[in-house]
């Protein structure tokens, strides 16, 4: 293939995938207009790769006519890599500046956005039995992929993650011995069934859905980069908006509440862990 | 049109092949430049402060969402991906590791080659494998200009080795002339002064 003809191909398909994303949209109501390009770009043409499909414009088609293949689709565009206790000074930060506030409440409502197949979730409910909380906080975790869902209400993780979670976990400030939290069989663990009893896992779409109203903490992590600045904005507005006054919001180390409308309605609790605090609105 | 950024894909021994190239750069130099070094998901932003005090470009870890501009050096943070959007912004990614690695110079180079087109050079240097083959393969073939440190001149000559027999690179150049090398063709062939267009 010559080189120009590589530029005027890039040029189509970025034309095929904003027709992509429309049918997707106007089909299914799953928005992914918004996401950041050069992600999605990596994803379908995966996907593509992958499959029997030649262009974009034909996976268009599929997507239309098969709904099996938009499931494939939402697995490929939500990417759902996470592990225990990941970073974890954001979760020894957690304990030392915002659970002393939280031990002063009576109840705690906790919205996990984004939880993918559950592991920060349980990690949360951890570091909240530890500090004597999780018996009054009630947790919803969330996410707009049903299947991850359904694996995050499993607590089901491969053995060979153990160990990484382990160390995660020691560095977090974690109180106890991990092993306590899991039983191991054949090839994986799983989790602690105790650990469920105060999680309502819910199917909610972050860029279509509505307010989750009158949260202590939200924590949303490694979701915000997949989208574009202006869906970013949307986003911290719906957080603002579902938080208490004097809530808590963290979100990933690398992401950033300074390039959006709402960086002056937040105090910053640790600018390097990403942990914001709603001002009290007079 | 000329160019409008630099890509730099760098694994064992990367330190110092960085520095050395990075601090004959002006302070005011042309272009973004967007690097991804093979490095330990756990480790802090020690390697952008080591190369920020030793050049006269201003180095840093890349933020999410922020806009790539001349002047500037944007490693990709530890544990990370970093893509570039085309129109100058930087995401950051945590999807699966790409041939072991994150970031992966595949990655960067592969959505740079698109954002940037013909607007963009990319340089691979010192490494112990092959990632970046890929990436500078597509820089080639979105008519970009491709660029090889001498494996004879790396600390670890696989990845330079795999890069050059990937693709039909543009130069093949000694560690110690690439810094002055880019200065040059930057000058007499650099877009706007903002480094995006």
């Known amino acids: 293939m010559s080189n120009d003809q590589t530029i005027n191909n890039l040029e189509n398909e970025e034309l095929e995938i904003r027709l992509l994303l429309e049918a997707i949209f106007l089909k299914y109501g799953y928005d992914f207009r918004d996401y950041s390009k050069a992600h999605l770009k990596r994803r379908i043409m995966h996907r593509l790769s992958l499959s029997e499909l030649n262009t974009i414009s034909q996976m268009q088609h599929q997507v239309l006519y098969d709904r099996w293949f938009l499931e494939t689709l939402l697995r490929d565009f939500s990417?759902?890599?996470t592990e225990m206790f990941r970073d974890p000074p954001f979760y020894k930060a957690f304990r030392q500046e915002v659970v002393p506030v939280l031990k002063t409440y009576p109840y705690i409502k906790v919205w996990h956005a984004g939880c993918s197949s559950g592991e920060e979730v349980y990690s949360m409910a951890i570091l909240l039995k530890e500090e004597g909380l999780y018996e009054r906080t009630q947790i919803y975790a969330t996410d707009f992929n049903v299947e991850v869902l359904e694996k995050a209400k499993q607590a089901i993780y491969p053995i060979d993650d153990i160990k990484e979670y382990t160390y995660?976990?020691?560095?977090?400030?974690?109180l106890a011995s991990f092993a306590d939290y899991y039983i191991?069989?054949?090839d994986s663990v799983i989790l602690d069934q105790a650990l469920?009893?105060?999680i309502i896992f819910a199917d909610h779409n972050l860029v279509t859905d509505g307010v989750f109203g009158e949260m202590h903490v939200?924590?949303?992590?490694?979701?915000?980069?997949?989208f574009n600045r202006d869906l970013q904005n949307n986003v911290f507005k719906l957080f603002y908006e579902s938080l208490r006054n004097g809530g808590f919001l963290g979100i990933g180390t690398k992401e950033s509440l300074r390039f959006s409308d709402y960086m002056g309605k937040f105090n910053i609790i640790s600018e390097n862990l990403k942990i914001y605090q709603k001002k009290f609105e007079v | 049109m000329g160019y409008r950024?630099?890509?730099i894909g760098s694994s064992t021994g990367g330190m110092e092949a960085l520095r050395i190239i990075l601090e004959v750069l002006p302070k005011d130099f042309l272009v973004p430049i967007l690097v991804a070094q093979h490095i330990s998901p756990h480790s802090d932003n020690y390697l952008a402060k080591y190369l920020d005090n030793a050049c006269e470009v201003i180095v840093k870890e890349a933020e999410e969402k922020e806009k790539a501009i001349s002047g500037h050096t944007y490693l990709a943070p530890p544990n990370y991906h970093m893509l570039v959007e085309k129109d100058g912004f930087i995401s950051l990614s945590v999807e699966a590791r790409v041939s072991y690695a994150r970031p992966s110079i595949d990655v960067l180079f592969e959505s740079a080659a698109e954002a940037y087109n013909r607007g963009l050079i990319?340089?691979?240097l010192t490494g112990a494998n092959s990632d970046g083959s890929k990436g500078l393969k597509r820089i080639k073939e979105c008519q970009g200009l491709t660029i090889v440190q001498d494996p004879s001149t790396a600390q670890a000559e696989a990845m330079p080795r795999a890069a050059i027999s990937a693709t039909d690179v543009d130069y093949i150049i000694p560690l110690r002339e690439i810094g002055n090398f880019i200065s040059k063709i930057i000058k007499e062939k650099s877009?706007?002064?903002s480094g995006y267009c």
């Open chain 1, 218 to 226: 939200i924590i949303c992590r490694n979701v915000l980069i997949y």
């Open chain 1, 79 to 81: 990417i759902n890599v």
């Open chain 1, 196 to 198: 469920k009893r105060k």
């Open chain 1, 168 to 174: 995660n976990y020691q560095q977090s400030g974690g």
């Open chain 2, 5 to 7: 950024a630099i890509v």
């Open chain 2, 191 to 193: 877009g706007d002064n």
């Open chain 2, 122 to 124: 990319g340089i691979i």
């Open chain 1, 184 to 186: 191991a069989r054949y």
